[in-house]
């Protein structure tokens, strides 16, 4: 009995510090067993026929939206997100489903062409088995979003689910099998890093990844060298949100409030500063943006009336982000808010950062920082300044001023007068610099799911002109 056999964990409600459930840890060996059973699987599955993959993957769906309450009150529990978002991940889940089976027949279909010795071929074909590893922000979204592009394709998957929320990783794999997933198709263990190491050190195919920059590089580092291995890694980043004068201040705040502090500020594509040309209308903006992210309710996520957002986390990742701002502020930036930390709730923060020089780092809180430039030429130099690229927003009236955004911001998913956060399932979700990869996800899943094989297909063999040598008789 190899060690760590019968260790296990606990997960807690985040609002209140109750218990949720417990969990075993994986061992190592029961990592290989589990690798195992999907290599077994895989030669099967490969096989089975699209039509069929695609039925199943429907039937998933379906039992996902039957259950919906108690699935979105399993993430609310573990996570402490509230009620309504939880709810709405559920959805998101259903709805990649289609989304996936589209974009594969844009992405990853095949093709056939007429040409003169017969015809040009396309077809894909997946890799084996690939290490799904979640995070604990969207512990059903992130993952679904790379486990049912991975099983149309015809992979087998291991996840391994963040050991803070798990819960829903054991619900989906429960729907999945109830939609006639064979076994081994899909397999989970639990654990923290010990358990995603073994996984990573097991005969897989890929890691498919979504979290923190410094995992992301690590698990970068420890594949170099081996390119057989496929990876896509999304690592967050530092987003910026430029507003400049628009006619309406007030709904500039909402813009701003929306895309720092949705989720608890625990979303990777959540605004992290705020670029404010100097001035009146910069200070009217500041003003509002204060204003009304004072009135932002906060609460367990069962609260009635429904709170804006929960608690972090944990009460340690609560703690870790005070630290971060408590830093900047003794680095002199100024406090327009000052986050406090009551338990695993911190309140919003603000910070005017103009003179400052700031670390360039995600803080996965309700956390803004805010600088005033004096120009549209700094305020793009600024949101530039970064590692990151994932998202970015402008919040303007003028139309020549989104054209320069576009041109000239370094961002995968980049808005015009809409939050950082909004992103379509219907199109890529990446960005380039310390972001990913560039294996952006969403619609383009199906490119890091399968890869591509080419053929010229001639119906007989037929004698070929050599060149250099006289034409051959028959």
């Not at 056999?5 to 409600?13: A, I, V």
């Not at 910026?240 to 990777?268: K, Y």
Request: aromatic share 6%; proline share 7%.
């Amino acid at each position: 009995m190899d060690a760590g056999q019968h260790e296990s964990f606990q997960t807690t409600d985040p609002a209140t510090g109750e218990a949720v459930a417990r969990y075993r840890v994986a061992s190592p060996r029961d990592v290989a067993d589990a690798v195992a059973r999907a290599h077994a699987a895989f030669a099967t599955w490969r096989t089975t026929p699209i039509e069929q993959r695609r039925e199943i993957a429907t039937r998933f769906a379906a039992g996902l939206a039957a259950r919906k309450p108690d699935l979105a009150r399993l993430i609310s529990r573990e996570t402490g997100k509230v009620a309504w978002e939880s709810e709405a991940e559920i959805d998101t889940m259903v709805a990649k489903v289609g989304l996936s089976i589209r974009s594969q027949d844009e992405r990853a279909g095949q093709r056939d062409d007429p040409t003169a010795f017969g015809r040009a071929a396309l077809r894909h074909r997946p890799h084996g088995v690939l290490a799904v590893l979640g995070p604990y922000n969207f512990p059903g979204h992130l993952p679904n979003g790379h486990i049912v592009p991975a099983l149309l394709a015809g992979n087998t998957v291991v996840l391994k689910p963040s050991e803070i929320a798990p819960g829903i990783a054991h619900a989906m794999a429960d729907a999945w099998r109830e939609g006639g997933l064979p076994d081994g198709v899909l397999e989970v263990v639990d654990g923290a890093r010990a358990t995603g190491e073994a996984l990573l050190d097991s005969d897989i195919a890929g890691v498919l990844f979504t979290g923190s920059a410094t995992t992301g590089v690590a698990i970068h580092q420890r594949f170099a060298g081996r390119p057989e291995v496929i990876l896509a890694l999304e690592m967050g980043g530092n987003n910026a949100l430029i507003a400049w004068q628009p006619a309406d201040p007030e709904a500039v705040a909402s813009i701003v409030v929306q895309s720092a502090f949705i989720t608890t500020g625990q979303r990777c594509s959540c605004a992290r500063r705020l670029i404010l040309p100097r001035g009146v209308w910069g200070d009217r903006v500041l003003e509002a943006v204060v204003a009304l992210a004072r009135q932002l309710p906060f609460g367990p996520w069962d609260a009635a009336p429904a709170p804006f957002a929960g608690p972090l986390v944990s009460q340690g990742a609560a703690a870790r982000a005070l630290v971060q701002v408590q830093d900047r502020i003794a680095a002199g930036a100024t406090p327009l808010l000052e986050g406090v930390r009551d338990g695993a709730f911190l309140s919003l923060a603000i910070s005017e950062v103009t003179a400052v020089q700031t670390p360039d780092e995600e803080v996965f809180a309700p956390y803004l920082e805010v600088r005033r430039v004096s120009d549209f030429d700094e305020a793009l130099k600024v949101a530039n300044a970064t590692r990151f690229g994932l998202s970015g927003a402008l919040v303007s009236d003028d139309p020549a001023l989104w054209e320069r955004a576009q041109a000239e911001m370094r961002a995968g998913v980049l808005n015009l007068n809409r939050p950082t956060t909004g992103a379509s399932g219907a199109l890529p979700f990446g960005g380039p610099g310390l972001s990913g990869n560039l294996r952006p996800s969403a619609w383009y899943a199906a490119d890091y799911c399968a890869w591509p094989m080419a053929m010229q297909v001639a119906a007989t063999a037929q004698m070929l002109a050599v060149p250099g040598l006289a034409q051959q008789a028959r």
